[in-house]
């Protein structure tokens, strides 16, 4: 059995940083690296993807809705074209540097809302699967367990990879719970780390009711804004490893 461990890096901007990316990448097996649209400006894309390549990290595009503002956590309404045009624009700027420090992206992750969009939109999951297929149609899309975009992707000849949360409360249904909500974030090192136990060998996670929820991951989630998270992402890695459980990129 194996399983990825991702986060979202390189969401500093300029003078402001956020997160603990070089200690999280001597945890993590995948980073998805912000685009430019809700967090990451040329230089911090730069650095971390050079210090991804250097520990053999692999890298995914973290695509969003364009809102530094709100860091990429408001729903907006984006023509699909557009937006078709904003991911492919992302994609390819991440790739690019990507490739001129030794590396390449490997897959892609929508951030914040549009993630939580594309669950549920097929319009706009469309339009993500779409700019994937422009670019490279080898990309695999990680995202939630029947998404809108599994099968947007299906219809573009892309492959999708399974993810779950060990840092977020689920709903019954087995979507995230809003982040506004109480409890949507868990801070627990402990509790964290025994939900991506649970996660990889059950396949299930406890949603907020107490209810059971069916999950598959081939790839595991630690949030890199969480406070703590490189405790975090340590305690996940630790509890999998007890637990029998190889840690591997899927990409």
Same mark, same amino acid.
């Given at each position: 059995?194996?399983?990825?461990?991702?986060?979202?890096?390189?969401?500093?901007?300029?003078?402001?940083?956020?997160?603990?990316?070089?200690?999280?990448?001597?945890?993590?097996?995948?980073?998805?690296?912000?685009?430019?649209?809700?967090?990451?400006?040329?230089?911090?894309?730069? $650095?971390?993807?050079?210090?991804?390549? /250097? $520990?053999?990290?692999?890298?995914?595009?973290?695509?969003?809705?364009?809102?530094?503002?709100?860091?990429?956590?408001?729903?907006?309404?984006?023509?699909?074209?557009?937006?078709?045009?904003?991911?492919?624009?992302?994609? /390819?700027?991440?790739?690019?540097?990507?490739?001129?420090?030794?590396? $390449?992206?490997?897959?892609?992750?929508?951030?914040?809302?549009?993630?939580?969009?594309?669950?549920?939109?097929?319009?706009?999951?469309?339009?993500?699967?779409?700019?994937?297929?422009?670019?490279?149609?080898?990309?695999?899309?990680?995202?939630?367990?029947?998404? /809108?975009?599994?099968?947007?992707?299906?219809?573009?000849?892309?492959?999708?990879?399974?993810?779950?949360?060990?840092?977020?409360?689920?709903?019954?249904?087995?979507?995230?719970?809003?982040? $506004?909500?109480p409890g949507a974030v868990i801070h627990d090192p402990d509790?964290? /780390?025994?939900?991506?136990?649970?996660?990889?060998?059950?396949?299930?996670?406890?949603?907020?009711?107490?209810?059971?929820?069916?999950?598959?991951?081939?790839?595991?989630?630690?949030?890199?804004?969480?406070?703590?998270?490189?405790?975090?992402?340590?305690?996940?890695?630790?509890?999998?490893?007890?637990?029998?459980?190889?840690?591997?990129?899927?990409?």
């Amino acid at each position: 059995m194996a399983i990825d461990l991702n986060a979202d890096l390189g969401e500093g901007y300029g003078i402001w940083r956020l997160g603990d990316d070089e200690a999280l990448l001597d945890v993590v097996t995948s980073a998805n690296v912000a685009c430019g649209f809700h967090a990451g400006d040329p230089l911090t894309i730069r $650095r971390t993807c050079e210090a991804a390549v /250097a $520990r053999g990290v692999r890298i995914g595009a973290q695509v969003s809705y364009r809102d530094l503002a709100g860091f990429g956590r408001r729903e907006m309404e984006v023509d699909p074209e557009e937006l078709r045009a904003e991911v492919l624009y992302q994609l /390819a700027a991440v790739d690019g540097v990507a490739r001129a420090v030794g590396g $390449r992206v490997s897959y892609v992750k929508p951030h914040g809302a549009l993630y939580n969009r594309v669950c549920r939109d097929p319009e706009q999951a469309e339009a993500v699967a779409a700019a994937v297929a422009d670019y490279d149609r080898s990309l695999p899309v990680l995202t939630l367990p029947g998404s /809108a975009v599994h099968g947007a992707a299906a219809r573009h000849g892309l492959a999708t990879v399974a993810e779950a949360f060990a840092d977020r409360a689920y709903t019954p249904a087995g979507t995230l719970v809003p982040r $506004r909500s109480p409890g949507a974030v868990i801070h627990d090192p402990d509790a964290v /780390a025994a939900r991506a136990v649970r996660m990889a060998i059950a396949r299930t996670v406890v949603a907020a009711d107490g209810s059971e929820v069916s999950v598959e991951p081939r790839s595991i989630c630690v949030h890199g804004d969480t406070p703590g998270a490189v405790r975090l992402a340590r305690a996940v890695r630790d509890g999998l490893a007890r637990a029998g459980v190889a840690l591997e990129a899927f990409a």
